[in-house]
């Protein structure tokens, strides 16, 4: 379970008043408001510069109260502030916040700032002078630059200890960096970590793009640890890293070319850049930055450096950083810890403000345990000595298909006396934005209307992210393999029947859906969930808009005489791109079924009740009312142990 929640905040320019910044989704609820920048900027450039300045000699001053380098901090921090919370956004940022604590939890701080000039500066400063802190120092608030710009990876399930690969750039001649002495650092800032089985460091072997290459068909990894230069370059409006080329002379790789070196990594999930500048970024471009760039190639996570670090700082945000990540804290959360480290070693440095993290996953778990009865919350080591039967798995560090296209999950293996690696799961999420839609029927615009579907509710429901097909055996195959758990019934000797890989599975009844979810990590949908999913905001009455169901939109009565591959009726789609939600097979939903007005139930998803469950979305046989039961209103009361050759079940992600 998330700790936090979120607030979610978006900036965009506006061509007349500055700058729109919008709320979009907290939990206090949504406005939006118009502002200005509050400096100058001749008065900004002046404060950037006292900044870097500032960062330059950190570590070489005396300790005072209050130094000039922290007030300079609060006052950029202040006017940050200032400028992202004014009136209403600022009422429901201290609404959501007091809604997080009476909850036990935290609040998340989700920046997206799509103006370029804003998004080069160091929104880490964000100081609120209520509370008399920087938010990015308490894990009550932390920060994270969010970059929606793919579906959001789900956390890897792997068991420690998690394999950190080490990459340094090429260093120039003129510069002296001893190698030896930073690998030395690094491993004894993480040497109570690798005693305790809990991280393993693997340095890759010389400084080139193609010994690179090499050492990363040798993963998976887990975690990419680049120590080096890096740059931007003004000409190409784009970061940078030094690597070598065949000759071993340096030559600067563009976040884009780096990141095309990284692509196919299928379990990486982090990068991590101790280079200067990897997150500095550009005024003309939102994803100038390196960390940003990598973001955009599918990366879950890119920790980079917006200045230059010290070895001391950089050291020490390694260890403290590594094992809050080791304990299994999301990595928003584990960066704030390493935050926290670096300012409290040298009290009077200011270089907690340099790392930068960007971030594509919705709620920062990168990592989780494979095994049965893992519990979110409880630390790598704890699970480590609890035993388990799962073969170690190395880690990496970028998304989990980098190409963005879809998602793997590693699912959890069987218990065996051979252990084997997971499997990976393909999921194709899709995402269903917040707001309000239309359940259930009116008569006056649906005939079929039937009274189980009334009266027709305007429901909100915040953002979530659904697959866009039915599981299909393939799929379900890898869960039955892993676990054991019952075969469906059509399965003959174990075997998916010839060509039906990419059919639904079907033969599941409500438990085993249920049991496939708790193995993947993922959820069956709520009922309101499947139906805006099904037919969006403008309650049309099937998938694809109010037109008449034909053969070309859906698998229903009986016109294939059976099931169809998930991908065959792309005419059939759903507002959203969702597929197969008319036709073909019934789909388990989480819901009981009651009468409405619709309201949310704990037990919804209970196995203990035997109450009939809600399904959803219709089927292929032959039905006396040829389009009711397509309908996306349509609901099916079924006992949870039912199973047909035409009820299936599809997933949303937790």
Known sequence: MDTHLDFELEVTVHPDQGYR???????????????????????????????????????????????????????????????????????????????????????????????PELAALPW???????????????????????????????????QPPLQIL????????????????????????LAELRQRGLVALTWAQGQSWRELQRTLRQGPWHVVHFIGHGGFHQDRGEGAVLLADGQGQGRWFTATQFGRLLADQRALRLILLNACEGGRGSSQDVFASTGATLVRRGAPAVISMQHEISDQAALEFTRAFYEALADALPVDLAVTEARKAISLLAPDSVEWVT????????????????????????????????????????????????????????????????????????????????????????????????????????????????????????????????????????????????????????????????AFCEWAGVRLPEEPEWEKAARGEDGRLYPWGDGLPDRNR????????????????PAGASPYGLLDMAGNVLEWTGSLFLPYPYQRRFEHQDRRSEQPRVARGGAY??????????????????????????????????
């Open 124 to 158: 880490e400063l964000l100081y609120d002078s209520r509370q008399g802190e920087h938010l990015a120092l308490s894990t009550r608030t932390p920060l994270v630059r969010y970059l929606p710009v793919a579906h959001p990876p789900q956390p890897l399930l792997v």
């Open 21 to 115: 910044i919008a709320v979009i989704h907290a939990p206090a609820g949504e406005g939006a408001i118009l502002a200005r920048f509050p400096l100058a900027p001749e008065r900004l450039a002046a404060l950037l510069k006292d900044l870097r300045i500032a960062l330059l000699r950190a570590g070489g001053r005396r300790r005072v109260m209050v130094t000039p380098e922290e007030a300079l901090l609060q006052t950029l921090g202040q006017a940050f502030f200032d400028f992202l919370f004014p009136g209403e956004v600022g009422q429901l940022y201290r609404a959501s916040r007091g809604m997080a604590a009476q909850q036990g939890q935290g609040l998340r701080l989700k920046l997206r700032l799509q103006a």
């Open 355 to 514: 790392p930068v993290l960007h971030m594509r996953s919705p709620d920062g778990r990168l990592f989780e345990l494979a095994r049965a009865g893992h519990r979110r919350g409880l630390s790598w080591e704890a699970q480590a000595r609890a035993g388990s039967a799962m073969a170690p798995v190395k880690v990496q560090a970028l998304s989990g298909t980098f190409s963005g296209a879809s998602l793997r999950t590693a699912p959890p293996l069987r218990q065996s006396a051979r252990p084997t690696q997971p499997l990976l799961l393909e999921l194709d999420w899709v995402a269903i934005p917040p707001g309000e839609f239309l359940m259930g029927s009116d008569p006056a615009r649906d005939p079929k209307a039937k009274a189980e579907e009334q009266p027709q509710q305007s429901v909100f429901l915040p953002r979530f992210h659904m697959a866009r097909t039915p599981v299909t055996n393939a799929q379900y195959k890898l869960f039955v393999d892993a676990t054991h758990h019952r075969l469906p019934e059509h399965w003959i000797n174990g075997a998916i029947p010839p060509g039906k890989e990419d059919h639904p599975v079907v033969y599941v009844s409500w438990y085993d859906a249920l």
């Open 621 to 654: 046989p032959r039905h006396p009312d040829l389009v009711w039961h397509v309908r996306c209103a349509g609901r099916f009361p079924l006992e949870p142990g039912f199973r047909s050759p035409w009820v299936g079940f599809r997933v949303v992600l937790k």
């Open 554 to 569: 859906c698998n229903f009565n009986n016109n294939e005489g059976d099931t169809t591959p998930v991908t065959r009726y």
């Open 166 to 189: 080490v990459v340094v750039g090429h260093i120039p001649r003129d510069q002296t960096v001893d190698v030896a002495q930073e690998r030395a650092r690094m491993e004894a800032a």
